[in-house]
C-alpha cells in the first residue's frame, strides 16, 4: 500500500532544498582568524568549515554580515558600530562649545564630526587624538577632508589627516592656517577603518 503521507514528505525535501538555495544575510561574530570560523547569532557553536570573505583583517570578536547559500557561508562585511566617543584634543586645541570632536565606527567606518580651536601651544600635527578602543587599522597616514577654517571674520583653507601610526589627527598638505591662535578646525569626514 503506498504510504498516504509520502507527498507531504517530498514537498518538505523539496522546500527545505528551495530554502537553502535561497540566499539570506545573518549577522555573525569572528570567533578566530586561523583557521577562520564564525558564529552566527543564535547558535551554540560556530559555523563548520571556514566561511568565504569579502572583508580583510578580520579579527576575534568583530560583528560581521554572513551570506548563506546552499550551505555556504560568505562574509561580506563588517557590522561594528560603535558608540559616540570623544576625540581628545591635542596640547594646546580645546573642544568648541557645542561641537565637541567625537568619532565612531560604523559598518566599518570612521566617522568624524566636531571642531576644535587652537591655543597657545597647539601644534598642526596634533590636532586631537583618537581614543585607542576605537578599531583602527594600518599605519599609513589618511586625508579625512578640506576643511574651511575660520579666526573671527578671517577664513582659510586646511587639509584634514588622520595618521593611524600615532592615531594623531594633524594639518598638512594645503593649509593658509598662520601660526597664531583663535583659529577654528572642523574635524568631519569619514573613511574606512581598515587601511591595510
Known sequence: ?????????DRIVALAAGLRATPHVEWGTVVSTAPLT?????DVDPLLG??????AGLMPGERVFVLLQNRR????GRGETSEWVPITPGPGWT?????????RVVGGWLVLEGALLRGSGGALTNLGSIPAGVP???GKTVFIGGHTIAKGTTYGVAEVYLSLA???????????IDSTTGWVV???GNMLADQT
Do not use: E
Open 1 to 9: 500500500m503506498p504510504d498516504q503521507f509520502s507527498w507531504i514528505v
Open 38 to 42: 564564525v558564529q552566527l547569532d543564535g
Open 50 to 55: 571556514s566561511p568565504s570573505k569579502l572583508a
Open 73 to 76: 557561508a560568505t562574509i561580506i
Open 95 to 103: 573642544a568648541v562649545s557645542g561641537h565637541t570632536p567625537r568619532c
Open 136 to 138: 583602527l587599522r594600518g
Open 166 to 176: 600615532s592615531r594623531n589627527l594633524q594639518i598638512s598638505g594645503y593649509s593658509n
Open 186 to 188: 572642523p574635524i568631519s
